[in-house]
């Protein structure tokens, strides 16, 4: 759904992006990378279709898939 907007499942483009809100401490599906709390997080952008609710979860930030190569790769 991010390449394209159409849901891979029912065909629909009546899709939306959910992204971080980062004035939250815990907000969204986060990756954390550091053993610290709230350091390091990593947002998780979620698409998700509004006909069915499938959802894909992508990390948009090439920077960041590297660190979470870094640390858990």
């Not at 390091?40 to 590297?66: A, F, H, L, M, S």
């Amino acid at each position: 759904m991010k390449n394209g907007n159409c849901c891979p499942k029912c065909g629909s483009y009546n899709t939306v992006r959910v992204s971080d809100n980062p004035s939250r401490h815990a907000s969204g599906n986060n990756i954390y990378t550091s053993t610290f709390t709230l350091m390091k997080k990593i947002p998780v952008i979620r698409y998700v279709c509004v006909n069915c609710g499938y959802t894909e979860n992508w990390v948009e930030n090439r920077q960041e898939r590297d660190e979470i190569k870094r640390t858990f790769g």
